[in-house]
């Protein structure tokens, strides 16, 4: 019936497993928990996670080495026994006692993917962490009538049900190592060989939040990957909001002047990100800027 596939590195995935095992085993349904570790470097959380192999129809295995974000996932499905796979980030945690529950009643003979949804919590947490906060509220945790209507860009992997036979048509990429935007890619997969993505409302909380130069750092090298998707025209043009926009903008030549902004501002842009009062519309700038860079070189 049902494989939970969690892929970890480097964190603490006793809770989550701990959750999800608690929530599952009264429902008399087939299950497993698979938790694959790849090539975790803390020899302390390796060994606290070791404890997951002491529930019923749960494993925890070590990979030798870093395969990396989608190879990890990847193997994950081929590995899973049953025809549904829940995929769930490490660092999430569902927000309600009845997750399982709610993502097994939501599906249908016509069902192939699933996605519940994320939230933050409501906490405001330090500065050092702030700009992943601020960005999560705004861009990621959406109204499930929103995400529906733009069921594919809306779409993220960190907390999904797709069935196994659908994985198997589309997959992660593995062919560019630890890629940002996997989800984008993933999503226009599916879009392309029209696989129904259906939102509910099952969100889990996001609780590990990068700290902000870290997610300053993932940002850019998001815009670095989406460049590399148009370059090897992996996705369309109009794809995504930042590419639309900057075709726009070279279709009149501008993309030279936003180039030059780059250059002058990055230091700017980064000092407002990583301050008490991140600006979404600096960050915003400051990728298409740094985009317009890109095409510049």
Known sequence: MLSI??????????????????????????????????????????????????LAFTSYHVQTKNMGRSAIRNLLATDAKFNWLL??????????????????????????????????????????????????HEREALPTKHRQENCYVTFLTLNFLIKKAVFSNV?????IPN?????????????????????????????????????????????????????QELIPKDYTKITRVFFKLKKLGLHYLLALVYKIFKGFFRKNL????????????????YLCNLYTK
């Open 179 to 231: 890629l940002r935007h996997e989800d984008t890619l993933f999503s226009y997969n599916l879009k392309m060989k029209n696989i129904l993505v259906e939102h509910i409302e099952n969100p889990t909380y996001h609780l590990g939040l990068e700290e902000s130069d870290h997610f300053f750092k993932k940002s850019l090298e998001s815009v670095d990957a989406l460049h590399l998707f148009l370059k």
């Open 274 to 289: 990583l301050s008490e009062k991140p600006s979404l519309f600096i960050f915003d700038l400051c990728r298409l800027s």
């Open 87 to 136: 995929f769930l980030d490490a660092d999430v945690f569902p927000k309600n006692r009845d997750f399982i529950t709610t993502y097994l009643d939501a599906i249908k003979p016509e069902s192939e993917v699933i996605y519940g949804g994320i939230l933050y919590t409501k906490e405001k947490p330090n500065q050092s962490h702030l700009l992943r906060w601020v960005y999560g």
């Open 5 to 54: 596939l969690i892929p970890t590195y480097n964190y603490n995935i006793t809770a989550l497993v701990e959750e999800i095992h608690k929530q599952i085993t009264p429902l008399n349904v087939p299950f497993e928990i698979r938790c694959y570790d790849d090539g975790s470097t803390n020899k302390s959380i390796i060994n606290t996670n070791k404890s997951i192999n002491t």
């Open 171 to 175: 997959s992660f990429n593995e062919n």
